[in-house]
């Protein structure tokens, strides 16, 4: 039986990690801005709205046992498919205050209360390295994420750290890409409209086994490492 604390668990990737490990029988401990819909004895569950930096850590302090195993910190945001230039500020903030800003309070509380973490996966994204068009601070956020790993590395010695790219996972975010976006002003989309209802792009119940298997494959690799799941399952 494993202890695992993840973020961002009431819909999506988060959700379906969730649901795989309360069916191994693990204790997981989440937080979230929303409920979590699943209610089981081995899950510890906290609201959060992580854009509210102040209040994490009295969640943390209520929530979190002295040991984990697993440390997946998946909560994020996309924010619009736009031009930098039009992105307003507020937007950048919001972006990076959830995406960046709520996993360093909660690594930098996890180091301070010495609690004794094996693994953290950071949830990155290939947007983090391409540089595509419209996808402004979320790429940036990323991008701020694979470094986060690589400089943690130092503080953590004991942890074995992974900025994580799970590819492409159908979610409410690939509704919104798939569905909303222009992807003549923004090409770098239709690549996701293609995958979109194909094998391509796994419900959450299918990615969330995938990716929980990959999680040991990131051992193999140096701890701060930016690893996506395409290049682990290949390896």
Known sequence: MATIFITGNSSGLGLGLTQLYLN???QVYSLSRSDCPLKQPALHHCKQDLSQLENIEQQLEKLLPDSLDLVILNAGI????????DTSMQEVQSIMDINVWSNKVIIDWL???????KQLIIISSGASINGNRGWGIYSMSKAAINMMAKLYVHEMPDTHITAYAPGLVHTQMQEYLCHDVDTVKFPSVAGLVSA?????MPDIDTAAKLI????EECLKFDSGSFLDIRQLIKS
């Open 111 to 117: 180091i301070k209360n010495n609690i004794k973490v």
């Open 24 to 26: 191994q029988s693990d």
């Open 78 to 85: 996309l924010g619009q498919i736009n031009d930098l230039a």
């Open 196 to 200: 979109y209802q194909t094998e391509y």
């Open 212 to 215: 929980a298997e990959s999680f």
